[in-house]
């Protein structure tokens, strides 16, 4: 399936409450591949359905891919219809978004979730993440409600930040 361009702030799909998803659905199954795919060629850790234009409750999650938080990751999931059934504890972490590629910021998050959610064959998940794996579900699932990490930030003025710009790889 193809990679999509990542849809970029202020785009309206961002912000939009995404429609349910059914695995069986070949066009809802098309979107997920898509998800998959342009996430093996992002730098990112995670990617919801709305990133890519499209308004549904799909979004694809791998914290393995991240270079100093993949031992905290799982693997890779596929999530159709997730939500979050499930939190504990609190974190402040500094995130980022595909969608917002220019800026940081610091979010406060539960630090132990458990997410309910059909997976890619439509088989049912129960998940259960902590401490950064626990941030990049939140943050993809709160895409699909048409909530960015900036809605979330306490103050704009001492959490949010400028990212630097990436060194060329060599």
Known sequence: MPVRPIVL???????????????ADPRAQAVARD??????????VGVAAPQIGEALRIAVVDATR?????????????????EI???????????????IPEYTGNVR??????????GLNGEALDLTAVG???????????HLDGVLFLDRIAD??????????RRPES
């Open 35 to 44: 998800l998959l795919d342009t996430l093996d060629s992002a730098p990112g």
């Open 109 to 118: 998050r539960a630090l132990r979730i458990t997410v309910r959610a059909a």
């Open 156 to 165: 704009i003025k001492t959490d949010l930040f400028r990212r630097k710009p």
């Open 132 to 142: 950064f794996e626990a941030v990049v579900f939140q943050h993809e699932l709160d």
């Open 66 to 82: 991240s270079q100093r938080h993949a031992a905290a990751g799982q693997g890779r999931f596929v999530l159709f219809n997730p």
């Open 85 to 99: 059934i499930h939190r504990e504890g609190e974190q402040l972490f500094r995130e980022g978004c595909l969608s």
């Open 9 to 23: 702030f202020p785009h309206p799909v961002l912000k939009q409450k995404c429609d349910h998803a059914d695995p």
